[in-house]
């Protein structure tokens, strides 16, 4: 089932959650990358704090703690119901959280014991490591070799059961020799990029340069970049793309100059009940997050502020998205609709 090589081990190392048989241990991202330390989750809330908190992040990573969320409810005897009520609330724009919840809901529906909800929430890390590294491949073969890409946010091994799905591309295609070097922009105001990208690509022997934000038309102006690869929370049905806040400009950016731009998430992600990106929630978060840096305070007393988490790049902005099902160019509700069906 192994479908990758020796040379894409080498750069994936990294397992950010982590089964223990009666509890979930999880490697606190916000810590990273100065300090490595594990939260062991013991129920269900410990998993929805760990959620909000951002402890855990990430699309599919929150679809598979989640997961294991209701095993440990299981185990221990509590309601089902409830427990599935609150983790769908922990956060409302990633669907792989709420497409996780709902497989084992069904699973419940359908008599499952507690060794059953286990096995099923093992099946669905067990996936999208699989997917991830397919997609990879998949993602790879659509780039020149030598090429430069830019990524943003988080999307390896810290925000999926291993590999990742933009930084999975990124990781097959530095092992196929497609990709020279690797662009991450920071990405304010949590700083997944310079935090968690950057921890994961020098980790790994990969080729990486770190930009601000605000660098990356420049990078694009100077031919340095030939694709943008990201990964995404929710894709709607005609292809519209939520991601993390700052994603739509460089898709914009990114045509201005271009420079291609490619969406890499599992199916998981793709929502068909959601008709384009207007019908996507957007999750606003405390307007203090912008206030600091690293904990300092930074902006002066008495200023305001406003926090969007994610964005949408509208398809058109957008030339490959890339699943373990296939790829689609150029995408629209036509060609989402003939992959993915209704």
Not at 2 to 27: C, E, F, K, M, Y
Not at 76 to 101: D, F, H, I, Y
Not at 157 to 173: K, P
Not at 263 to 277: C, H, L, N, Q, R
């Amino acid at each position: 089932m192994n479908a990758i090589t020796s040379p894409h081990d080498t750069h994936d190392t990294i397992r950010a959650v982590q089964w223990q048989g009666d509890h979930l241990r999880l490697l606190d991202q916000r810590l990273l990358p100065a300090e490595e330390r594990w939260i062991d989750c013991r129920d269900a809330a410990a998993v929805t704090q760990a959620i909000k908190d951002l402890a855990v992040r990430g699309a599919p990573a929150i679809g598979i703690a989640a997961a294991w969320g209701v095993v440990m409810a299981a185990q221990q005897g509590a309601a089902l119901e409830p427990v599935l009520a609150t983790l769908r609330a922990a956060r409302p724009t990633a669907v792989n959280l709420m497409w996780a919840l709902d497989r084992m809901k069904a699973r419940i529906a359908a008599g499952a014991d507690a060794a059953a909800l286990e096995r099923e929430a093992q099946a669905i890390q067990d996936e999208d490591l699989a997917a991830n590294r397919h997609m990879g491949e998949l993602g790879a073969a659509l780039i020149a070799p030598g090429s430069g890409v830019m990524t943003h946010c988080n999307t390896g091994s810290l925000a999926t059961a291993g590999y990742g799905t933009a930084l999975g591309v990124i990781r097959a295609g530095v092992a196929a020799g497609r990709i020279a070097q690797v662009y991450a922009g920071e990405t304010r105001p949590w700083q997944q990029g310079a935090r968690l990208t950057m921890y994961e690509l020098v980790r790994d022997g990969i080729p990486a340069r770190l930009i601000a934000d605000s660098a990356a038309s420049h990078l694009m102006k100077s031919g340095a970049v030939q694709w943008v690869i990201v990964g995404a929370d929710r894709i709607a049905a005609n292809g519209d793309t939520a991601n993390k806040i700052g994603t739509y400009q460089l898709a914009i950016a990114a045509r201005h100059h271009g420079v291609k731009f490619m969406v890499a998430a599992p199916s998981s992600t793709v929502d068909m009940a959601t008709a384009s990106g207007e019908d996507i929630e957007i999750e606003l978060r405390d307007p203090s997050e912008l206030f600091a840096v690293a904990g300092r305070r930074v902006v002066v007393e008495g200023a305001e502020a406003w926090n969007p988490v994610f964005d949408v790049t509208p398809a058109e902005l957008i030339d490959a998205i890339v699943t373990e099902r296939g790829v689609i160019e150029r995408p629209d509700a036509r060609s989402m609709q003939a992959l993915f069906g209704a």
